[in-house]
């Protein structure tokens, strides 16, 4: 038999792990760097109000504030100031991070449990359901920041004026779907997130800091969403999510309102960037 028959086959060559690693720990220095060096008090107070936001979140590890301060959560330590004086804003009504229904006050409780009853009253899984045939994660908007959008599906009840529900989606995850750890920008508003279909065992949930919230044995999950959080769906069934953002409690909601809809028309024409993950369901 000829040799070279039984020779081993060459290695596959791959890129030295020190290298990214240095290529990764570049990228993060230089910027660093440039910020101490041209703008040392401006990039020090940032990074001061910004390391006070990013403890809030429950488990601190160097992962975290890597990806607060160097990854996808660089949009929401920008944020940080304007964050952190929402918290302010919203007193007596202090961030608890994580809610129950009974910590909201009652036209908030109304508002939420009246577009929960809409939505399984609508069949609203069953509307999205055709849509979802060859696609990895769907959404769909009805009401965005306050402004309505046109859908293929007739869903008044979502399109109607609400006092503090601004924004009406629904998140579909196909079957071992997830995302990756990330931050929300803005802390103007609270995200409102219940899973319409009926799933059982613990492979679908949603993870903020060291609490899990399994979606087969709670179906609601208020949260401050600006806080590191993933969703997973490791099922082999769909997760239709509905998500609603709703102004944060406060003695002047004319305020936030009003922040909201300022946020609305600047980030308009940039808002698919956040969700450039996902296929847009009309």
């Not at 990756?180 to 993870?207: E, Q, S």
Request: hydrophobic share 45%; proline share 5%; charged share 20%.
């Amino acid at each position: 038999m000829p040799a070279t028959l039984l020779a081993p086959a060459p290695p596959v060559r791959r890129r030295a792990r020190p290298f990214r690693l240095v290529k990764k720990v570049v990228k993060r220095v230089i910027p660093v760097a440039l910020a101490v060096y041209f703008i040392p008090y401006l990039f020090a107070g940032y990074f001061a109000l910004g390391l006070l936001d990013v403890l809030r979140n429950r488990r601190r590890t160097l992962a975290t504030l890597d990806r607060y301060f160097a990854g996808n959560g660089v949009f929401t330590w920008l944020l940080a100031p304007f964050n952190l004086l929402m918290d302010i804003v919203c007193l007596p009504y202090r961030n608890r991070g994580i809610y129950r229904l009974a910590d909201l006050p009652a036209g908030h409780r109304a508002e939420i449990t009246a577009l929960i009853e809409a939505a399984h009253r609508r069949d609203l899984v069953g509307a999205l359901a055709a849509q979802m045939v060859d696609k990895k994660r769907g959404m769909i908007f009805f009401k965005w920041y306050g402004k309505n959008l046109r859908t293929s599906f007739d869903f008044p009840e979502f399109h109607q004026k609400f006092r503090y529900i601004r924004t009406i989606g629904v998140s579909v995850f196909n079957r071992r779907q997830s995302t990756g750890k990330h931050f929300g920008p803005l802390r103007i508003t609270l995200r409102v997130l219940y899973n319409v279909n009926d799933l059982y065992g613990r492979a679908a949930y949603i993870k903020v800091g060291g609490r899990t919230n399994y979606w087969s044995e709670n179906k609601l999950f208020i949260f401050d969403d600006t806080l590191q959080h993933q969703s997973v769906n490791d099922s082999d069934a769909l997760r239709y999510c509905m998500f609603v953002d709703i102004l944060r409690p406060t003695l002047v909601p004319w305020l936030t309102s009003g922040l909201l809809t300022a946020v609305r028309l600047g980030m308009a024409p940039v808002r698919a960037v956040f969700y450039k993950h996902w296929t847009f369901l009309k």
